[in-house]
């Protein structure tokens, strides 16, 4: 079975901390994705990275950065963490984009205070 | 931009019914596919069920099934004979280059 493991369920960072999400997956997928979920607005892309040390934006960048050193690790970065960032963070992968399957991991709730 | 709708935040069934969840899209794009993921109370978001557009046979998956109106752009997924680990976050999304999510029906399953 594909896993995808995320490194916290839950998190509580305070307002300026430099905070780091960490995802793995096991199987060799070429793609990753950073999505942040929140009530009534759904799944939102944030980045995405295709291949090893490559990344695009997605919908909603802004205030995010990602790292993605090796194909089965692929970090999200708060440069500097806001309340507005509060929310549940989930990452997927799948071998294909778009058209493909996505097996996302268990989240982490992000408190920011 | 691709935009994704779910018109209904909750539903909910009592178990052993038929429910259907309503989703339409706007995409100008002719290839691309169709998916209704689950996300359990604190589980992991699942596949439920997929569709290629250019397939006009509608998708099925044991108890659930789609109804793919191309032309409406319409998508919504069916669950026969619900149960009660059919209770969850539905999230039907647009795919192509990558994914783009509508807000979610929560459904609730009545004993």
């Known amino acids: 079975d594909v896993k995808v493991t995320q490194s916290s369920r839950y998190l509580v960072k305070r307002t300026g901390e430099k905070v780091f999400l960490e995802c793995v997956q096991d199987?060799?997928?070429?793609?990753m994705f950073w999505y942040r979920q929140d009530p009534g607005l759904g799944l939102r892309l944030i980045y995405f990275?295709?291949?090893?040390?490559?990344?695009e934006k997605g919908d909603i960048p802004e205030g995010y950065s990602v790292s993605r050193e090796k194909k089965e690790r692929f970090s999200l970065i708060l440069e500097s963490a806001s309340t507005n960032q509060t929310s549940m963070y989930l990452c997927?992968?799948?071998?294909?984009?778009?058209?493909?399957?996505?097996?996302f991991g268990p989240g982490t709730r992000l408190t920011v205070t | 931009a691709q935009t994704v709708t779910q018109s209904q935040p909750e539903m909910s069934v009592q178990e052993a019914e038929t429910v259907t969840l309503s989703c339409t899209y706007d995409t100008s794009e002719s290839d691309y596919y169709l998916f209704w993921y689950k996300q359990p109370p604190s589980r992991q978001m699942i596949l439920v069920i997929r569709?290629?557009?250019?397939?006009?046979q509608n998708a099925t998956e044991n108890r659930f099934s789609v109804n793919f109106q191309k032309a409406a752009k319409s998508f919504s997924l069916k669950i026969s004979d619900s149960q009660l680990g059919d209770a969850a976050m539905y999230f039907c999304?647009?795919?192509?280059?990558?994914?783009?999510f509508g807000q979610g029906t929560r459904l609730t399953i009545n004993p």
């Open positions: 199987m060799d997928h070429e793609n």
């Open positions: 997927a992968s799948s071998f294909l984009r778009g058209r493909d399957e996505q097996y």
């Open positions: 999304a647009w795919g192509a280059q990558k994914l783009v």
């Open positions: 569709q290629e557009a250019y397939k006009q």
């Open positions: 990275s295709y291949d090893v040390k490559m990344k």
